[in-house]
C-alpha cells in the first residue's frame, strides 16, 4: 500500500518547520511550500497526494492556488487552512474542490486525522479509476461467446 505523501503550503515559515517536524516525528512524508506559486511546481516533480494550503497568502492566495491545483493535479486532495477571518474563504474553498478545512491554530492530531481522510477519498478515486480502465480492456461474456460461435 503506498504511504501518503503531504504537502504544507504556507507562508509562515516557522508554522511550516514545526507543523513538518511534528508530521515528521509521527513517521508522514511531507514537503513544505512558501507560496501557491512554489508548491505549484513541486506538485510538477513530486507525487503529493494531499495539499494543507493556507487561505492567506501574499501573491497568489489560497484560493487561486486551490484552482490551478485542481485544473492542473485534479486527483490531488486539498484542505484548506484558516483564520477566524477567513471562514468564507474557506467555505469557497469548499466549493472549488477542496476536501476539508482546518481552523488555525491546527492541532496536529486533526491535521493528521483530515488528511488520511482525504488520502483515503484520493485512494478510493484512484482504484474506481482503474476499474474503469480495466473494464475498457475487458470482454463480457456474451462478447467472448459471439467471437467463438
Known amino acids: 500500500m503506498e504511504k501518503m505523501k503531504m504537502m504544507l503550503v504556507d507562508d ?17 512524508d511531507t514537503l513544505t511550500a512558501t507560496s501557491g506559486a512554489e508548491a505549484l511546481g513541486k506538485l510538477k516533480t513530486q507525487n503529493i497526494h494531499v495539499v494543507i494550503l493556507d487561505v492567506k497568502m501574499p501573491g497568489m ?11 492542473k493535479f485534479p486527483l490531488v486532495e486539498v ?22 478545512y482546518l481552523m488555525k491554530p491546527a492541532d496536529i492530531d486533526d491535521l493528521i ?22 473494464r475498457k480492456f475487458m470482454k463480457s461474456p456474451r462478447e467472448i461467446l459471439k467471437e467463438t460461435n
Open 113 to 134: 486525522r483530515k488528511a488520511e481522510e482525504a488520502f483515503e477519498k484520493r485512494q478510493k478515486l484512484e482504484e474506481k479509476i482503474r476499474l474503469a480502465q480495466s
Open 79 to 100: 484542505i484548506m487552512l484558516t483564520g477566524h477571518a477567513t471562514v468564507e474563504s474557506a467555505v469557497d474553498g469548499l466549493k472549488s474542490g477542496a476536501t476539508d
Open 12 to 28: 509562515e515559515e516557522r508554522f511550516l518547520s514545526t507543523t513538518q517536524k511534528l508530521l515528521s516525528k509521527k513517521g508522514y
Open 61 to 71: 492566495d489560497g484560493i487561486e492556488t486551490l484552482n490551478e491545483i485542481k485544473q
